[in-house]
């Protein structure tokens, strides 16, 4: 795949947003009920005097975060394909939330499964190579934690977008993320470090409020478009 495929896909994804400002709703919804949560959950955290309550709302929290995250991510994939072709509206996003919130919840859960697998993987081996070679294990620990992220769980990048915007099994869907992350990794590499690169720069220069609101009102949606182009540009369909 060429270059001049990748600018492309860059160019096409920002004048599809740009075409369809309903793309936005989803993450701005996901930003509002995450920020309603968190006060929720402040607020219970202050009420609940022993470990069992505090720790049985953290395990509920967090299963009510993803499940969020999941239904409002369904509509915004389900949105982002259907604006390929023509303009896409909330009641798109309705109908891809319902049907896939429950599916995409499972590749979601898989993924952080991986990326749990992979964190305790390279703390342990850090500690174990660190201690045999005299070597900073926190350092080891980076690069094991990084080989782990770009050498495996970097294939599951497009399980959403095939489940969601061709309906796909679950299996089917990571497999074929595999397939076509194979088959182009560099590209899919540029997409997600030019992802992590522009939200670390926002971090560091804008104030947390700022960056949120960027990241709901374009990062977001924006990547979600480039990630569906990408996909749909090596299907065909």
Not at 208 to 228: D, M
């Amino acid at each position: 795949m060429s270059l001049k495929f990748l600018i492309g896909l860059f160019k096409k994804s920002f004048e599809t947003y740009l075409k369809n400002p309903y793309i936005v709703v989803p993450s701005i919804f996901l930003w509002v009920f995450i920020i309603i949560l968190s006060e929720i959950s402040e607020k219970l955290n202050y009420i609940f005097q022993n470990t069992f309550l505090l720790s049985s709302w953290l395990v509920i929290f967090s299963i009510l975060i993803l499940l969020i995250i999941s239904f409002f991510f369904s509509g915004l994939i389900g949105m982002c394909f259907l604006s390929i072709n023509r303009k896409s509206n909330f009641r798109d996003f309705l109908k891809y939330s319902r049907k896939f919130w429950l599916k995409n919840f499972i590749v979601i859960i898989t993924i952080l499964m991986g990326i749990n697998i992979i964190r305790y993987t390279a703390h342990n081996l850090g500690i174990i190579i660190g201690q045999f070679l005299a070597l900073d294990a926190t350092g080891l620990f980076f690069i094991l934690y990084l080989g782990g992220i770009i050498g495996f769980l970097i294939f599951f990048s497009f399980s959403s977008v095939y489940l969601i915007s061709y309906d796909f099994s679950i299996l089917k869907s990571i497999k074929k993320s595999f397939s076509l992350v194979k088959s182009n990794y560099i590209e899919t590499l540029i997409i997600l470090t030019l992802y992590f690169v522009i939200s670390q720069i926002l971090e560091k220069n804008i104030f947390r409020l700022g960056v949120e609101i960027i990241n709901a009102f374009f990062i977001v949606p924006y990547f979600a478009v480039l990630l569906v182009r990408f996909v749909y540009g090596i299907e065909g369909k």
